[in-house]
């Protein structure tokens, strides 16, 4: 797993979030009341609303949009809406932030598993 430093935990408001820009996307790192931090691909699963600029309560998001009410520790929408955004690994050390781009993890994934699929060809 390769971790991205994306700056320090006081540069991400409480109960608020801070987007990062990847070449994967935006990515949204949300701080909660009791400072644990969390990341999601900055897109709502129902229409793509900004979810970092939504409210943050307990351990989910409020989309701006249309409310939807998405589960920072998982990327779903709470019931009774169905969906999922992307998460991403995410942690905090002596005050600095920490994420883990999901999309870069499976692209390695992918390689060794070509590699793989390679040596037992003829
Ligand atoms: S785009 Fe997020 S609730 Fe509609």
Redesign the pocket.
Known sequence: MQWMEIGGLDEVPRLGARVVRTGHGDIAVFRTADDMVFALDDR?P????PLSQGIVYDRRVA?P????VISLESGAAMGPDTGCTRRHEAKVENGRVYVSIAAAEARTRGQGDGEAFAATGT
């Open positions: 709502c129902h229409k793509g609303g989309c949009l249309h409310n939807w």
